[in-house]
């Protein structure tokens, strides 16, 4: 006996009106298909076959080597989706869980409650079910009079008495593989949308006197699907919730959960103190005891410990330990800041290599660059990076003292120990220990001013 699991990804979801399929919109940091497909994993199942059908070399590539992809050429339904997979579950023996790619909220823990509960009892087919206070949408889990579930009704199919009940169906069930292919070539589209709907195998069996259970979810909101984007927004406002819970029962401090956005792929330190209006995406790595903003957006960085970030933008890099940044920077991909180098107001950076202790304190833009240790660059400092043909580099030794104001004029290099004059434009290498000026010499005209005055006034 094994577990298999099938997600059902194959709709169009017309109402999110995007030419990106529905289960490939992102919901803090993951696409939904991808949360559901991380819950599948986290049950043990030994095989995981994806209903493919709208755009579905899409919605397979993205999660490639992850599951055996089918495709349905015509959306004809729940029930013709999982025939489907007949071919690629021949064989198999054992418990096959089905789940739907729009229901990011679902948790592991729930799938195995679900086909631990169905093993135990034997059945041929148990639901999840969920009680909702407002059940619109959803088809609705009609049971006979002691309890036992005689049939799952479709919105659009019920009758009035059966538009009442509350109890329903999350489009999340458990099945015996035996039998189960046969079963469902005997589904017939008898309805109001003349599909071929998964619900109707459980009259299916009951009429065959097979046994059908349910498992109600403990967390109704676990079973929400999206549709569009106002249930995009919902669902991801429970998921930030929890990512932000888990983190501060982790040990970090999450001064304002309402006004923080972190994503489900982020690891973050002990001690760590997180500021309000920040963002932290993607892949991001964050040591410990960091204070991150306020008003900051982190993506895919690695930042050490006891690193500062103050109302700047990181992006695609890496921060050592004891880095100080901000307020106000920019730091673009490729860039690698060594331990306790400061980047200040007003400072953009881009593909440069900040040496260990170095700084850039204010009012500059280094951009392809290698800056080695213990270097100041003084304020207004650029580097001129790009000719309007090629990008070139500037190579700034350890030590050395950018003078404020310089024009660094790649491909140049200034040695260590260097020293450039405040207001250069540098377009040749300062070697070791030199100074470089490259300005005209000053001028004074004595009475100048008096002059300009005297004149005005005529």
């Known amino acids: 006996m094994g577990l298999a699991a099938v997600i059902l990804a194959a709709g169009k979801g017309t109402r999110m009106k995007s030419s990106l399929p529905k289960v490939l919109h992102r919901v803090c940091g993951r696409t939904m298909l991808e949360h559901v497909l991380l819950a599948v994993q986290q049950t043990g199942a030994q095989k995981t076959v994806l209903v493919v059908g709208h755009q579905g070399e899409l919605v397979a590539?993205?999660?490639?080597?992850?599951?055996?992809?089918?495709?349905?050429?015509?959306?004809?339904?729940?029930?013709?989706?999982?025939?489907?997979?007949?071919?690629?579950?021949k064989g198999f023996d054992g418990d096959i869980l089905v789940v739907c790619g729009d229901t990011p909220l679902l948790k592991s823990q729930t799938l195995l409650q679900l086909q631990a509960e169905h093993s135990r009892c034997g059945f041929a087919a148990t639901v999840l079910t969920a009680v909702l206070p407002d059940p619109t949408g959803?088809?609705?889990?009609?049971?006979?009079?002691?309890?036992?579930?005689?049939?799952?009704?479709?919105?659009?199919?019920?009758?009035?008495?059966?538009?009442a009940v509350t109890e329903i169906n999350t489009g999340v069930y458990c099945f015996k593989a035996g039998g189960l292919f046969e079963a469902l070539s005997e589904i017939r589209p008898d309805n109001a949308q003349g599909e071929y709907y998964l619900t109707d195998i459980i009259e299916y069996y009951i009429a065959r006197g097979k046994p059908v259970g349910a498992v109600i979810a403990g967390d109704?909101?676990?079973?929400?699907?999206?549709?569009?984007?106002?249930?995009?927004a919902l669902v991801e406002s429970v998921l930030r919730r929890r990512i932000l819970d888990r983190l501060m029962m982790s040990g970090v401090t999450i001064v304002d959960p309402a006004s923080t956005f972190i994503d489900d792929t982020v690891h973050i330190g002990a001690d760590s103190i997180i500021y309000p209006f920040t963002f932290i995406e993607g892949k991001s790595k964050i040591g410990e005891n960091c204070v991150i903003g306020p008003s900051s957006r982190l993506i895919d960085v690695t930042l050490g410990c006891r690193v500062?970030?103050?109302?700047?933008?990181?992006?695609?890099?890496?921060?050592?330990?004891?880095?100080?940044?901000?307020?106000?920077?920019?730091?673009?991909?490729?860039?690698?800041?060594?331990?306790n180098a400061k980047v200040g107001d007003f400072v953009e950076l881009k593909n440069t290599h900040l040496g260990e202790g170095s700084k850039v304190p204010h009012l500059s833009y280094v951009g392809d660059a290698e800056v080695g240790p213990k270097t100041n660059i003084g304020a207004g400092t650029i580097t001129c990076n790009y000719d309007g043909v090629k990008k070139s580099r500037t190579i700034i030794g350890a030590g050395a003292f950018i003078g404020s104001n310089t024009n660094l004029v790649a491909p140049v290099e200034v040695g260590d120990g260097a020293v450039t004059g405040a207001g250069s434009t540098i377009t040749r290498d300062v070697p070791p220990g030199a100074l470089g000026v490259a300005r005209d010499r000053q001028k004074n005209i004595e009475g100048w001013a008096q002059r300009k005055k005297a004149t005005v006034k005529e």
């Open 61 to 89: 590539e993205s999660v490639r080597d992850k599951t055996e992809t089918v495709y349905q050429a015509e959306q004809l339904g729940t029930a013709h989706a999982l025939l489907q997979c007949r071919q690629v579950l």
């Open 138 to 163: 959803y088809g609705r889990i009609i049971r006979n009079t002691t309890g036992g579930i005689m049939k799952i009704v479709e919105q659009k199919d019920a009758t009035p008495g059966e538009l």
């Open 220 to 232: 109704a909101s676990e079973v929400t699907g999206i549709n569009d984007r106002c249930q995009l």
């Open 308 to 339: 500062k970030v103050q109302n700047s933008v990181i992006s695609e890099s890496r921060v050592e330990d004891g880095c100080n940044i901000g307020p106000f920077a920019y730091i673009r991909p490729n860039c690698v800041l060594e331990k």
